[in-house]
């Protein structure tokens, strides 16, 4: 549309309209204060500009109206120089002062001091002129209202209401010049400097000077000069009490809206009695002649005994009268009396507030629904009035709460706590922190915030309304209005001009025509009343219009005035006007007059509505930081006796402000996040909405930039706070949350019934709405609370993991289990938080905190790997009963002691959540720290990963064939020399004690080697615990795998065979659940459904996942080949025999070397020595074993094997006796038990290296030799069996 | 005072009714502009914050595998 285009007006209403047709959703739950960017207050107050359009009006009430509008004037004056003063910071702290009058630099200093500090100046010769000014124009009013002929005229309340405001704006002033000493510094400070300088040449601006000094530094001037002139003018006292009179009439009947006005009343009442009260006037008389009811104010004073003066400033009304002259305390039973103010106590109030509150909302709830469900253009004029009062209801609860809560706060301030008092609260805290830090119970701050919670929230349900609210508004008042003026006020009329009452018929016929709108646009003139005569029997119809509009503020306050007029106690005359109107229309009027005080706060709603929940005073404290000089007095801290000493250890310290610590907002704000109150999580966001308020007043009201950078300052730091604290308390509770599911059940509940810690799970709290919070407004800035909050806890998440792998790394292998359950419980915190959360992905976090994004081997690869190497392999013991290998508990050290890091620091939420959930898993995992076993294992599968585990592997082989290739084959060597070079299998005839007796002899050095016991089976043993790890892993690996194929069976339309009855067809019913099942399989559905490239990776992955078991890939056999690669030197199997078959006697293979070790292992120990199993463990076994299998010398040693050999001849002659210091019994024993364990092993080694061959393959490498044929044989040797031939030959 | 110019005066009276109307008509349809630019404002700033994590969740993996295929070297 281009500019030039003209839209016409109903286009452009309907355009309007349609906006509201447009679906806005906000996605987040409104837990803040009203959220908005633009304001927009229409102000139709003209200040009675519009007056002279009034012509048919009364003319008094318009001259009333001008001095109202210059009164108004200066009281908005007042207000201004209220915030200079109650604004007004030191400035001569900062202004460095000559030191001597020898200084070089004196001059320009004092020049630039005047410089500095005179426009600051310029602003107190104001105040002193203004206030001259005020002061004699508020004079000439009550000299001009008491002047005796006046006086028995009527008084508008409106009128009397404005002196009441200048009354109390005395009286403000007054206070904020009493109390501001840096005002005076600052003048004084200024002087000094213009005198130096002769700034001040003329007399008149001496005299000037002099006179702000005198104003300045004389304490309560203001006042005093006001009662000084007031009590030059007679009969003063009477017209103060009409003014006391109306504002305890006012305050008693609820005639107010906003709490300021509340509070201005009640200061009116105080200051009013003390200006009264004189030489010459005596308020007990006035109160006896019922001029004025004492006993009343007196409650109105014990139930507000603290009122705000001015921001943080509040007076107790009270002690103006206590200052009076003839203040009589037994007039004042109430007020005098020591029992506590309802105003002290919030939780007397809370109930009541809670009820209005659910009570309003329900309302407000139920009319909303109504309005947004039925559309119509206009209400009826009863449910107009119905909105029209239940929005003023709104305003008064809002106002009502308001006011509770900044009574309370005055109270406080005026009632600050000490030591005594509270505990918590420290000997030395400074003022401010005893009015409001240590000032309120935990209870008290709860309802604090409930209460403030109460308030921006319906404020926020009433805005929201606000177009339905004021278009009611406006539509009842016009037709109440219209209806009183245009039929209500004809009887009075008629009955006015019948009686020829003219004034009465003047004043009703103003009204009449000040404001009513005819029909016809002019008054209709047949109406029988305006001649005084009785209506047709068929009535005399008026049709009164209906207008969506208010009157203005003029026109209200002239047909309120002139309607008071009429029925007011006094008039010029000496007859009242009320005693010529019938007492039915003066109810009428009386009631018109009474609704329509309302009609001015209906009308402007956004502005009352914001007036009635101003919560900012809470934050401001210049009172406080003026006493406080701008510093801050540390004194002695140290706990001994305070003597004179003490006091030179004060020191000061610079401040301009107070720690947020001491700070209403955040003092209200923290206790929620301290107490972590469930139900008090929701309000958090509403303290913080204090900040907002008090901005807004520094910018609209103080209009003080250094103010609002202040409130900025401390937002910007509190929000910092408040963040902060929030998201690690959200991650804590999270945690604990994941701790508590994985928690085992039995655990818990044998925890129970034990009695000996409980474990509840965490108390469930509202976080998610303050996860929603996508867009919170704080000091016209939106926050984006869910970002702030997913950074923050995306850091503790990592961290998280970083000290779960940390803590793995400080300990041993068995660790291993921990770290499992650690991940796994921060991955089901993860899972929880990102519901809410754009958390980054589990695993790569994961794969960041284990270093694993770019090194291919992790932090836990690395440390398994470094546990494997340094402790394990050295130092555990392998058992194949239990399938464990358990810590090496001997003497002998073999390997310098394992050095790790210390543990890392961490609080409770870093690892399970709690202390108690701590030590619960610390308990439960420290069942596992003793051993190694299968839990173990499969942990580090899953852990590891192939990878992991082949690079694991890998180095574990290096670390064996350096082993094999070293130590062991130099061993080897060694030993072989110390072997007889022939050791034949003796004859069964020795008897056993004979072979064993004769292996003893042959194999005596080996038996004597010293290394043979410690260093050579401890490298066995590592060897053969490398061989274990790979084979146990290797087993994990594959019950994973299966796991693993299992559940992704029915991906992979792999379903169980299904049950079939007796002449069903299984393929049938296995076609019928392969469709029934077809949306699971994954790759028919891609190729379907997804992309070429996306339908390769599915079939590729299908085809890995399938193949993975199938084709039986053995990561041990690998490993024994490997293994076997590493013995390639000739000292393990010796040259070939020299009979060209075997070598049967000779020692110069492998097996011969282990046969003779066996010999020495087998040989039993004393009580007290360690055998070789527990100081070695299967391990060394496995070792030999494996290098048997791996040179192909099993059926060579278990054929000629000396201890079997020592076996086979005991188990026939079954002797048993001591030979050379051996128990022949004992010794056969153990060497059965190695027999069957070396069998064992050698079947299980067998098993993986013959899986991959088959029998022909192995056929073909079998030579054939004949059998010696003897010649007294017969050709049938009937008792070779034909599969011990066929063994003999493999050998 | 004679009959025209109360007639007057009652006229204008009207007027100035009529005129404020008018006026109020006018204010009230720009409260509700204001109102629903609040609305759209509170609206938009949800979407932008929902369409900001997302972004955000794309960076952060694109650093991610970023880091994944590098070798120490950045891609640019």
């Known amino acids: ?1291 | 005072m004679s009959a025209p110019p109360r007639e007057a005066i009652q006229k204008q009276i009207q007027q100035d009714w009529a005129n404020r109307e008018y006026i109020e008509v006018i204010t009230v349809s720009i409260k509700k502009i204001t109102d629903f630019l609040n609305s759209f404002d509170m609206s938009c700033r949800s979407k932008l914050a929902v369409l900001n994590e997302k972004l955000t969740t794309l960076e952060r993996k694109i650093d991610y595998l970023e880091a994944c295929v590098t070798k120490g070297e950045t891609l640019t």
């Open chain 1, 1 to 1291: 549309m281009s500019a030039t285009d003209r839209v016409s007006l109903t286009d452009a209403l309907s355009n309007v309209d349609v906006l509201d047709e447009l679906p806005l959703p906000d996605e987040q739950p409104c837990i803040e204060a009203q959220p908005c960017s633009v304001v927009y207050q229409a102000n139709f107050d003209t200040n009675f500009e519009d007056r002279n359009g009034f012509v048919t009006g009364i003319a008094k009430y318009i001259e009333e109206a001008t001095v109202h509008a210059s009164l108004n004037e200066l009281l908005d004056e007042g207000q201004e120089h209220a915030v200079m003063l109650y604004t007004w910071r030191c400035c001569s702290r900062a202004i460095p002062q000559p030191k001597s009058n020898e200084q070089p630099n004196r001059v320009e200093i004092y020049e630039k001091t005047v410089e500095v500090l005179a426009p600051e100046v310029n602003k107190l010769l104001n105040f002193m002129y203004f206030q001259r000014k005020a002061i004699e124009r508020f004079s000439q009013e009550v000299k001009r209202l008491c002047h005796t002929e006046k006086r028995k005229d009527f008084v508008s309340e409106a009128y009397l209401l404005t002196l009441g405001k200048f009354i109390n704006m005395f009286a403000v002033l007054d206070e904020l010049k009493n109390m501001k000493s840096s005002v005076k510094n600052d003048y004084s400070t200024y002087r000094r400097a213009a005198q130096f300088l002769k700034v001040m040449s003329d007399s008149q601006t001496l005299q000037e000077s002099q006179n702000l000094s005198m104003f300045l530094a004389t304490q309560n001037k203001i006042r005093d000069t006001v009662k000084e002139n007031l009590e030059k003018i007679n009969g003063y006292e009477e017209l103060l009490a009409d003014v006391v009179n109306i504002c305890v009439h006012m305050f008693e009947t609820k005639m107010y809206l906003t709490p300021s006005e509340k509070h201005m009343l009640v200061k009116v009442m105080g200051f009013g009695l003390f200006l009264m009260d004189s030489e010459l006037c005596n308020i007990n008389k006035l109160d006896q002649k019922k001029k004025l009811r004492l006993d009343r104010i007196d409650r109105i004073f014990k139930n507000l005994e603290v009122v705000p003066l001015f921001g943080d400033m509040q007076i107790a009304p009270f002690n103006y009268i206590k200052r009076s002259k003839h203040f009589d305390p037994s007039k004042w039973p109430l007020s005098n009396s020591n029992t506590p103010s309802p105003q002290a106590d919030l939780m007397v109030h809370l109930p009541q507030i809670r009820e209005d509150h659910v009570k309003y909302i329900s309302e407000l709830a139920r009319y909303s629904n109504e309005v947004t469900t039925t559309y119509k253009e206009s209400g009826s004029d009863t449910e107009n009035r119905e909105t029209a009062e239940l929005a003023l209801r709104g305003l008064q609860l809002l106002s009502e709460w308001t006011s509770v809560v900044t009574e309370l706060y005055s109270w406080k301030l005026l009632h600050p706590t000490d030591h005594h008092q509270n505990k918590e609260c420290p000997a030395e805290a400074e003022e401010y922190e005893r009015a409001t830090r240590y000032n309120y119970t935990e209870e008290e701050k709860f309802a604090l915030i409930e209460v403030i919670a109460m308030i921006k929230g319906l404020q926020v349900l009433m805005a929201r309304m606000e177009t339905v609210f004021t278009d009611a508004i406006r539509r009842n008042i016009y037709a109440e209005l219209q209806d009183f003026v245009q039929v209500n006020l004809r009887e009075p009329l008629r009955k006015a001009i019948k009686n020829k009452k003219d004034l009465i018929r003047s004043i009703i016929m103003s009204v009449r025509e000040t404001c009513a709108d005819w029909q016809r646009g002019v008054e209709p003139l047949q109406d029988p009343a305006l001649k005084g005569k009785k209506d047709p029997d068929n009535g005399f119809a008026i049709k009164v219009p209906r207008r969506n509009v208010g009157p203005s503020s003029t026109q209200l306050y002239m047909v309120r005035t002139m309607l008071e007029s009429l029925i007011a106690d006094k008039s010029g005359g000496k007859r009242t006007l009320r005693k010529d109107i019938d007492g039915q229309y003066l109810v009428l009027i009386d009631q018109f007059h009474k609704t329509s005080f309302y009609w001015g706060y209906l009308l402007n709603f956004s502005e009352s509505l914001q007036n009635c929940c101003d919560l900012s005073q809470l934050w401001y404290r210049e009172f406080y930081l003026e006493m406080t000089m701008g510093r801050r007095i540390n004194k002695c801290t140290v706990r001994h006796h305070h003597n004179e000493e003490c006091n030179d250890l004060v020191t000061m310290e610079k401040r301009i402000q107070f720690p947020i610590d001491m700070s209403m907002p955040w003092i209200l704000t923290d206790h929620i996040l301290k107490t972590k109150e469930p139900s008090m999580m929701e309000y958090v966001l509403y303290p913080l909405d204090l900040y907002n308020d008090s901005a807004l007043y520094a910018l609209t009201i103080f209009r003080k930039q250094f103010l609002y950078d202040e409130v900025e300052a401390e937002v910007n730091l509190c929000f910092d706070q408040f963040v902060y604290k929030l998201s690690e308390q959200i991650f804590a509770y999270y945690k604990q949350l994941a701790a508590s599911i994985f928690l085992d059940k039995r655990f818990r509940v044998e925890c129970a019934a034990l009695g000996a810690y409980l474990l509840p799970y965490p108390r469930a709290n509202r976080y998610e709405t303050l996860l929603k919070q996508r867009h919170v407004q704080l000091l016209g800035r939106s926050i984006d609370l869910n970002k702030l909050i997913t950074q923050r806890i995306n850091a503790d998440m990592q961290k998280s993991l970083d000290l779960a792998i940390s803590k793995f790394e400080a300990g041993d292998i068995t660790g291993v289990m921990e770290l499992e359950g650690l991940l796994e419980v921060n991955r089901l915190c993860h899972k929880l938080l990102s519901k809410w959360l754009a958390l980054d992905d589990f695993d790569s976090m994961f794969r960041e905190a284990n270093h694993n994004v770019l090194a291919p081997y992790g932090r836990i690869t690395l440390h398994v790997f470094w546990e494997l190497n340094y402790d394990f392999l050295p130092n555990y013991v392998y058992n194949a009963a239990t399938n464990r290998f358990t810590k090496y508990k001997g003497h002998i050290v073999f390997t310098p002691t394992v050095h790790r890091d210390k543990p890392p620091q961490m609080s409770h939420h870093y690892l399970w959540g709690t202390k108690p959930l701590n030590m619960a898993y610390t308990t439960q995992y420290a069942q596992y720290s003793g051993f190694v076993g299968l839990h173990h294992f499969h942990a580090m599968c899953k852990l590891l990963g192939y990878q992991g585990i082949a690079v694991v592997m890998e180095e574990l082989l290096k670390i064996v064939k350096s082993l094999v290739q070293g130590n062991l084959l130099q061993f080897t060597k060694t030993l072989m020399e110390a072997m007889p070079k022939v050791c034949k299998l003796p004859r069964y005839d020795y008897g056993s004690p004979g072979v064993l007796s004769y292996y003893h002899a042959q194999l005596n050095d080996i038996v004597q080697y010293p290394d043979a016991r410690t260093e050579l089976f401890h490298n066995f043993r590592e060897f053969g615990n490398t061989i274990l790890f790979c084979l146990l892993m290797e087993q994990a690996l594959s019950q994973e795998e299966v796991c693993d194929l299992l559940q992704a069976a029915p991906f992979q339309n792999i379903l169980p065979r299904p049950y079939c009855k007796e002449g069903e067809k299984p393929e049938t019913k296995q076609k019928r659940l392969e469709s029934k099942y077809s949306a699971l399989q994954i790759v028919p559905n891609i190729e379907k459904l997804g992309t070429a490239k996306q339908a390769m990776i599915s079939r590729e992955g299908d085809l890995l996942t399938r193949e993975r078991l199938c084709c039986g890939l053995s990561v041990f056999e690998v490993v024994l080949n490997r293994l076997r690669s590493f013995l390639d030197d000739p000292v393990w199997v010796g040259p070939p025999p020299a009979n060209g078959v075997m070598n049967v006697d000779e020692c110069t293979e492998f097996h011969r070397l282990w046969s003779a070790l066996q010999f020495v292992y087998c040989i039993p120990v004393g009580e007290t020595e360690y055998t070789v199993e527990e100081l070695f463990g299967e391990g060394l076994h496995w070792a030999g074993c494996t290098m048997i299998v791996l040179l192909g010398q099993q059926r060579r040693f278990e054929a000629l094997d000396f201890c079997y050999h020592i076996l086979r001849v005991q188990r026939v002659d079954m002797k048993d006796q001591v030979v050379k210091g051996i128990s022949l019994k004992r010794m056969v024993d153990r060497i059965r038990r190695f027999q069957v364990l070396n069998s064992q092993i050698f079947a299980i080694l067998n098993k993986f290296l013959k899986s991959g061959e088959n029998d022909e393959m192995s056929v073909e490498h079998v030579r054939c030799f004949p059998p010696p044929l003897h010649p007294s044989l017969t050709p049938q040797q009937h008792y070779h069996a034909p599969e011990h031939l066929r063994q003999a030959m493999i050998i």
